[in-house]
């Protein structure tokens, strides 16, 4: 299948935006600009008037929890999960799991998300959703150690990789996914980093997300939750830390020195009030740092480009400093930056090569109005609705608005239904 974007305004790799045409062969970009005058397109897309970006990438979110949107707000982040998130996800069953996934499918390709890894119970659901959706998916089964089905679920997770490692055409990588170091004690933790080390998988963890979880890890631990992920071999397998809120210039000389990718959630982090991610140190220090969104649940969205604003201005007046993160930094943190975080090779970068997973702006309209910088534009001031069309691995999701993989009004009907049978 090939596909030619023609005349689009794009967003290149060094950040630079021209009018380039882009020409799609198979999975991968084969031109960004000039395109062989024999590139003969299956499909045609008129680029005018739109702007092309890589496909917005959230590095760690629970897609299934979409079903918990608005259920629970404004409480501190123990009460809220002790109290309200986990006695109603004890409810939740395999078909919950597969419609509220569907749910996120269809909110990440309106907004623009390509890729999306998510960390939660019952993952072959997700897997599920990956596969018919056409997402591009990093999927983690979460693991709760000290919970009574804990054994099961590190069973679970080792069953996910071994179904789904590499499936849908390598749309799908799978990680370990233990929850956090305060429900996952030390030595299950090394058994955690052993298995992911003898299959060469990855871990997606919870790491430093609010003051009272470092507080409580000194205490009982005598370290830091990184420098407890040192000592139990996690940061040797290769890890996603989501959250990674409260850090100290050792844990960022760790992560520096093991090559942890933050994934950044400024939405939930003001939510919860779990503080704010030393975002510009960690940059300063080369230590990848992507976005994501969290679950529904604590943000209560799965808007990428919300996220993206949010870190481009959170860090401006936690600093003092307008030019703590500038637009086009925020841009790469939801896109080329996210992409490295996941460990999607080869995504996050419209350049020729790279995976062809595009999204394209429709730039009419008044938020895009006047045109004077067309990055600014989309960071500060475009709505997620501009997202017109939206490509992974070569295929369209979305055209025109219109989605081709998913029908939409069958899974609001099907998690509306899920949502009312769980918090009954």
């Known amino acids: 299948m090939k596909t030619l974007i023609k005349d689009t305004m794009a967003v290149l790799p060094d950040g630079s935006?021209?009018?380039?045409?882009?020409?799609?062969?198979?999975?991968?970009?084969?031109?960004?600009?000039?395109?062989?005058?024999?590139?003969?397109?299956?499909?045609?897309?008129?680029?005018?008037?739109?702007?092309?970006?890589?496909?917005?990438?959230?590095?760690?979110?629970?897609?299934?929890?979409?079903?918990?949107?608005?259920?629970?707000?404004?409480?501190?982040?123990?009460?809220?999960?002790q109290n309200k998130i986990w006695p109603i996800e004890a409810k939740m069953r395999k078909d919950d799991i597969y419609w509220g996934a569907m749910l996120a499918a269809v909110e990440m390709v309106r907004t623009g998300t390509t890729t999306f890894a998510d960390m939660y119970g019952d993952m072959e659901k997700v897997a599920e959703m990956t596969i018919e959706s056409g997402l591009r998916g990093v999927l983690a089964r979460g693991i709760i150690g000290v919970a009574p089905n804990g054994e099961q679920a590190f069973e679970e997770n080792k069953t996910l990789f071994k179904d789904f490692h590499g499936a849908a055409d390598g749309r799908i990588t799978v990680m370990f996914g233990p929850h956090a170091p305060y429900t996952c004690?030390?030595?299950?933790?090394?058994?955690?980093?052993?298995?992911?080390?003898?299959?060469?998988?990855?871990?997606?963890?919870?790491?430093?997300?609010?003051?009272?979880?470092?507080?409580?890890?000194?205490?009982?631990?005598?370290?830091?939750?990184?420098?407890?992920?040192?000592?139990?071999?996690?940061?040797?397998?290769?890890?996603?830390?989501a959250h990674s809120v409260w850090l100290n210039d050792d844990d960022i000389a760790l992560m520096k020195k093991y090559h942890v990718r933050a994934a950044?959630?400024?939405?939930?982090?003001?939510?919860?009030?779990?503080?704010?991610?030393?975002?510009?140190?960690?940059?300063?220090?080369?230590?990848?740092?992507?976005?994501?969104?969290?679950?529904?649940?604590?943000?209560?969205?799965?808007?990428?480009?919300?996220?993206?604003?949010?870190?481009?201005?959170?860090?401006?007046?936690?600093?003092?400093?307008?030019?703590a993160v500038p637009a086009g930094e925020a841009l790469k943190m939801g896109t080329e930056y996210g992409a490295e975080a996941v460990g999607v090779k080869d995504a996050g970068k419209l350049e020729k090569g790279a995976l062809a997973d595009i999204v394209l702006y429709n730039m009419h309209g008044p938020e895009w109005t006047p045109k004077f910088d067309l990055v600014s534009l989309l960071v500060y001031s475009a709505p997620s609705h501009s997202v017109d069309t939206v490509m992974v691995d070569g295929k369209l999701l979305m055209e025109k608005g219109e989605l081709k993989t998913l029908d939409e009004e069958k899974i609001l009907f099907e998690a509306e239904k899920c949502a009312k049978r769980i918090t009954q």
Request: aromatic fraction near 2%.
């Open 185 to 241: 004690p030390p030595d299950f933790l090394r058994r955690v980093a052993e298995a992911a080390k003898e299959r060469k998988a990855e871990v997606h963890i919870h790491l430093a997300e609010t003051k009272g979880e470092v507080e409580n890890c000194l205490k009982e631990h005598g370290k830091t939750p990184f420098g407890l992920m040192e000592e139990t071999g996690i940061l040797d397998c290769g890890v996603l830390s």
């Open 17 to 81: 935006v021209k009018e380039v045409s882009i020409a799609v062969d198979g999975q991968r970009i084969a031109a960004v600009g000039d395109v062989p005058e024999n590139f003969s397109a299956d499909t045609v897309i008129d680029g005018k008037n739109h702007l092309a970006i890589p496909g917005l990438v959230n590095a760690h979110t629970h897609a299934s929890m979409t079903l918990l949107r608005s259920y629970a707000d404004d409480m501190n982040l123990m009460d809220w999960l």
């Open 264 to 323: 950044h959630n400024p939405g939930s982090n003001m939510k919860l009030a779990s503080g704010i991610a030393p975002v510009p140190k960690l940059l300063k220090a080369g230590v990848c740092t992507a976005l994501g969104t969290d679950g529904t649940s604590s943000n209560n969205n799965l808007d990428m480009l919300e996220e993206v604003r949010l870190a481009a201005l959170l860090h401006k007046v936690d600093a003092l400093d307008p030019l």
